[in-house]
């Protein structure tokens, strides 16, 4: 049980986008629609972003997106605000009817 | 409103045992597979396990397997979690998530607060 590949870090200014993407493999991420994404500002309970690779809850604003492509989902976030800077958690369900987590994203807004 | 409330937490002695629980309201408890996910200091999230809908079916992490035990009580409205033999790689804030489909696993719409386990001699 191996953990979702996640860049450490990545960075934006204000207005630009920014991707974060989230490896896994063909017994997890490229074989499941199950794929979600949460946002963890410091010291609070992470948040839903994004569900089953593509779908934003509602209250999401939809400068958040997600995609995926073989073995690799992806989060964009366009529009960088300074409220957006946390740390992006990947997850997606596997072959094993378990759940992986991505050891996370900490974005920073410059 | 959805609601999830841990409890249980402390500090514990290696080999210890502790039973968190996480009341839960605003849903149909019973209807949504309910899952533990913790938090190492610093460190990121590691799902622990879930519990289906009825509770007859249960899932762990290699790490734990054998060491936690999870339960519902479809009638109280709430998700325990026994841990057991505990280590101290075993510290973390655990969290009592909820699932967003009903009667599947999926992913997790709503996250409680968290309680915190701290395993030291």
């Known amino acids: 049980q191996s953990a979702l590949t996640q860049p450490p870090s990545v960075s934006g200014s204000p207005g630009q986008s920014v991707t974060i993407s989230c490896t896994g493999s063909?017994?997890?991420?490229?074989?499941?629609?199950?794929v979600s994404w949460y946002q963890q500002p410091p010291g609070t309970a992470p948040k839903l972003m994004i569900y089953?690779?593509?779908n934003r809850p509602s209250g999401v604003p939809d400068r958040f997106s997600g995609s995926k492509s073989g073995n690799t989902a992806s989060l964009t976030i366009s529009g960088l605000q300074a409220e957006d800077e946390a740390d992006y958690y990947c997850?997606?369900?596997?072959?094993?009817?378990?759940?992986?987590f991505g050891g996370g994203t900490k974005l920073t807004v410059l | 409103e959805v609601q999830l409330l841990e409890s249980g937490g402390g500090l514990v002695q290696p080999g210890g045992s502790l039973r968190l629980s996480c009341a839960a309201s605003?849903?149909?408890?019973?209807?949504?597979?309910m899952s533990w996910v913790r938090q190492a200091p610093g460190k990121g999230l590691e799902w622990v396990s879930t519990?289906?809908?009825?509770?007859?079916?249960?899932y762990y992490a290699d790490s734990v397997k054998g060491r936690f035990t999870i339960s519902r009580d479809n009638s109280k409205n709430t998700l325990y979690l026994q841990v057991n033999s505990l280590r101290a790689d075993d510290t973390a804030l655990y969290y009592c998530?909820?699932?967003?489909?009903?009667?599947?696993?999926?992913?997790?719409?709503?996250w409680g607060q968290g309680t915190l386990v701290t395993v030291s001699s």
């Open positions: 998530a909820k699932e967003g489909r009903a009667y599947n696993l999926d992913y997790f719409d709503y």
């Open positions: 605003g849903f149909t408890f019973s209807s949504f597979a």
């Open positions: 519990v289906s809908a009825s509770g007859s079916t249960t």
């Open positions: 063909s017994s997890d991420v490229g074989s499941y629609n199950r």
């Open positions: 089953e690779v593509t």
């Open positions: 997850s997606s369900y596997t072959s094993s009817s378990t759940f992986l």
